[in-house]
């Protein structure tokens, strides 16, 4: 009984590692697409004259086709990020560097702050795989293994995909987002999550998963809003200096179909019930036909 457990266990982890080797192919393939440009389309309507009141200090809400924004407060201020910076970790690493090299984790990469993401000295990962702890259980050291790995260089690239977005008030100076001087603000945040969507899918793709068995360890999707109906994926994070944060984007349905709507908080006290409340404002006060 225990070897086929084990059997089981073995054929379901390679077939999702299958399937999102194949994925992460394409999006290494394609990352040179260009970005939608950005439009009004007549066909939302926004009823409330005002956004929601929510505890955080920044939020924006928009579609994410077309990058039409729904609502917003405060939303081209500069916040700390915390460890939403690991979604711009990821697009650097997907951008410039090849994300099947190998790197040995040394104790240096775990003997920084936190312990998400169990790894171990001496196991080695490719960058792709690194993406999984980085994403799901928003490891610190998957972060400081990227960063040893490429000799510090991925911090220039994190910025240069920032900028390459649009977005303005972005500043990045490490990968994990512990320091309160990775700071950008909604606005940036709602460009550069479209961007990724479109340039690096496989970002978006492991973000949302619940799980992953890797040959090591599996981790566990740890973001507040996985387990809520329609998330289609992407990062919250929290330091004392940035409170709560997320990039989020969920399927939303309407009387003209599903549309995918994104959300960014930044400064919350509570990040599940403000995007509940955000959520429930697009529900009852816009409309899509």
């Known amino acids: 009984m225990s070897e086929m457990k084990h059997l089981v266990s073995f054929l379901f982890a390679s077939l999702l590692f299958t399937t999102l080797t194949f ?25 409330a004259t005002s956004g929601p009141t929510i505890s955080a200090s920044a939020y924006i809400i928009f579609d994410v086709e077309t990058g039409l924004v729904l609502a917003e407060r405060d939303s081209g201020t500069p916040y700390p990020i915390a460890s939403v910076t690991k979604l711009f970790t ?8 090849n994300p099947e090299a190998t790197t ?31 994403l799901l259980t928003s ?15 991925l911090l220039s690239v994190m910025q240069s995909v920032a900028s390459s977005s649009g977005a303005k008030t972005t500043q990045l100076v490490d990968a994990s987002g512990l320091s309160a001087k ?13 961007a990724v969507g479109e340039k690096y899918p496989f970002v978006f793709d492991v973000s949302r998963l619940p799980q992953y068995i890797g040959e090591y360890t599996g981790w566990r999707n740890n973001s507040p809003v996985a387990d809520d109906s329609g998330y289609q994926g ?16 969920f399927s939303e349905s309407f009387t003209g179909g599903k549309r995918t709507i994104g959300y960014v908080i930044l400064g919350s006290d509570n990040l599940a019930a403000d995007t509940e409340v955000l959520r429930d404002f697009v529900a009852t006060e816009v409309t899509y036909e």
Do not use: C
């Open 139 to 153: 490891s610190n050291d998957a972060a400081d293994a990227l960063w040893r790995a490429t000799d510090g260089v």
């Open 234 to 249: 992407g990062k919250h994070g929290y330091t004392p200096a940035a409170g709560r944060t997320l990039v989020g984007e």
């Open 182 to 194: 990775n700071v950008a603000s909604a606005n940036d945040l709602r460009l550069f999550a479209r």
């Open 90 to 97: 990821a697009a650097a690493i997907l951008e410039s560097f």
């Open 23 to 47: 994925v992460s192919v394409q999006v290494f393939s394609y990352q040179s697409q260009p970005i939608a440009p950005i439009t009004s389309p007549s066909a939302f309507r926004v009823s």
């Open 104 to 134: 040995t984790i040394t104790w240096r990469d775990v003997a920084g702050e936190g312990e998400s993401g169990n790894l171990k000295t001496q196991q080695v990962y490719t960058y792709r795989e690194l993406l999984f702890p980085l």
